[in-house]
């Protein structure tokens, strides 16, 4: 079936310009997250649905960041007024329901900020 | 809550045998390991739930410590397919589904 989809799979923008990645998870998973991986670096926690609802916001780097996600499925992540230091990959992941559901991540979306 | 991994690289020849750790402060739900190479999304490897808990997969295996908040992730026989990054995610104790990761720890193999 079906992978995650991301989309777009970059994005050049110009600083100070907003910018929206959208993220088509799995049909049927009920959880959904946002990671950032800076060039080398780790998987930074955003933020994560369970439906519609965000019971976790707490990676969200500043308020020029927000995320909302739209009939248990689809999920945005905004980035308003984008600054350098926001360029990285911006992963989503999405499980079904259950303690021992793996993560199933999308290719991510490569964001470069000029 | 972010696990602290250990060590942050390894170089190892094809063939031999290499151990990643992974800690918490905090009590532990659950231990994800996930697998990147260099330019794609992480690969699920094993899940692990219960202390004490042992899971194989091929010639990778993990454990997990629950009393001391603690899973390793071995790998024997090392091929060059086992190169990348490996990352340990976890959850805590209390319900909540966020799930963090390491840092991660770079496995290079060599012929």
């Known amino acids: 079936g079906a992978g995650v989809s991301q989309s777009p799979s970059n994005k050049v923008t110009e600083k100070g310009k907003d910018v929206e990645l959208r993220c088509d998870p799995i049909?049927?998973?009920?959880?959904l997250y946002w990671y950032r991986q800076s060039l080398g670096q780790g998987l930074e926690f955003l933020i994560y649905?369970?439906?519609?609802?965000?019971?976790?916001k707490s990676g969200l780097p500043s308020d020029r960041f927000s995320a909302e996600r739209t009939g248990g499925s689809v999920s945005t992540l905004t980035i308003q007024r984008t600054q350098q230091e926001d360029s990285a990959v911006y992963l989503c992941a999405s499980r079904p329901l259950g303690a021992s559901s793996p993560l199933h991540f999308g290719n991510g979306t490569r964001l470069t900020v000029t | 809550q972010q696990p602290v991994q250990s060590p942050q690289a390894v170089i190892l020849r094809e063939g031999e045998d290499a151990v990643i750790n992974c800690s918490s402060s905090k009590a532990l739900y659950s231990v994800h390991w996930y697998r990147q190479k260099h330019g794609e999304a992480p690969v699920f490897l094993m899940i692990?739930?219960?202390?004490?808990e042992q899971k194989g997969h091929e010639k990778i295996s993990a454990s997990f410590n629950e009393k001391k908040q603690q899973s390793s992730l071995y790998l024997t026989a090392s091929q060059l397919s086992y190169s990348g990054t490996y990352f340990c995610?976890?959850?805590?104790?209390?319900?909540?589904?966020?799930?963090?990761f390491g840092k991660g720890t770079k496995l290079t193999v060599n012929p």
């Open positions: 049909s049927g998973h009920t959880a």
């Open positions: 692990l739930l219960k202390g004490g």
């Open positions: 995610g976890t959850e805590l104790r209390g319900g909540s589904e966020k799930l963090v």
């Open positions: 649905f369970q439906g519609n609802s965000a019971p976790d």
